[in-house]
T-cell receptor, first 112, second 112 residues
Framework: NAGVTQTPKFRVLKTGQSMTLLCAQD?????MYWYRQDPGMGLRLIHY???????AKGEVPDGYNVSRLKKQNFLLGLESAAPSQTSVYFC???????????FGQGTRLTVV | DAKTTQPPSMDCAEGRAANLPCNHS???????VYWYRQIHSQGPQYIIH???NNETNEMASLIITEDRKSSTLILPHATLRDTAVYYC?????????????FGRGTQLTVWP
């Protein structure tokens, strides 16, 4: 039982490049979330999903897209990376809304 | 979801109790109070949650005031490993809405 696994752990992108961050959970959780964390800003919600095939916007969705084609996976895409997207990205999942959230170990992304 | 207010930082001597306050004056009747912590740059970790009664587990105790407008997380015997950012969140359980918002939290520093 691995919990929540994020891939990759580190990445450096050039401005304008695209990439996809993968979040996988093996707990059969319905809800999944993507956050970004910048120094002194706490965690800010980018997008979330309440079930397979559904996604919704959070606080800071601009510049990101997501997909939840399979219940266990939640993908975060950057179509054209910008330096402002340099951040640490965390994925989380909950069984239902309001339940205990399990977090991945984070992806440190640098856009140069 | 109700907003929360936490002090940006606190400190505590090792072995003493750490009492972390949280104000949630706009909390609704069926919103729960959750506490998470984030050690250095790891993913956040669930600590405890409660509705109106005080709660205790192996990590901490949660004291919720009778009017539910504030709460206190208590780490009874703080250790150096408890140095972390602590987040207080209020949210519904079982609702169809999926948002789970974190603020900036309280940086707790435990000193020897």
């Amino acid at each position: 039982n691995a919990g929540v696994t994020q891939t990759p752990k580190f990445r450096v992108l050039k401005t304008g490049q695209s990439m996809t961050l993968l979040c996988a959970q093996d707990m059969n959780h319905e809800y999944m979330y993507w956050y970004r964390q910048d120094p002194g800003m706490g965690l800010r919600l980018i997008h979330y999903s309440v079930g397979e095939g559904t996604t919704a916007k959070g606080e800071v969705p601009d510049g990101y897209n997501v997909s939840r084609l399979k219940k266990q996976n939640f993908l975060l895409g950057l179509e054209s990376a910008a330096p402002s997207q340099t951040s640490v990205y965390f994925c989380a999942s909950t069984l239902v809304r309001g339940a205990e959230a399990f977090f991945g170990q984070g992806t440190r992304l640098t856009v140069v | 979801d109700a907003k929360t207010t936490q002090p940006p930082s606190m400190d505590c001597a090792e072995g003493r109790a750490a009492n972390l306050p949280c104000n949630h004056s706009t909390i609704s009747g069926n919103e729960y109070v959750y506490w998470y912590r984030q050690i250095h740059s790891q993913g956040p970790q669930y600590i405890i949650h409660g509705l109106k009664n005080n709660e205790t587990n192996e990590m901490a105790s949660l004291i919720i005031t009778e009017d539910r407008k504030s709460s206190t997380l208590i780490l009874p015997h703080a250790t150096l490993r408890d140095t972390a950012v602590y987040y207080c969140i209020v949210t519904y359980r079982g609702s169809t809405l999926g948002r789970l918002y974190f603020g900036r939290g309280t940086q707790l520093t435990v000193w020897p």
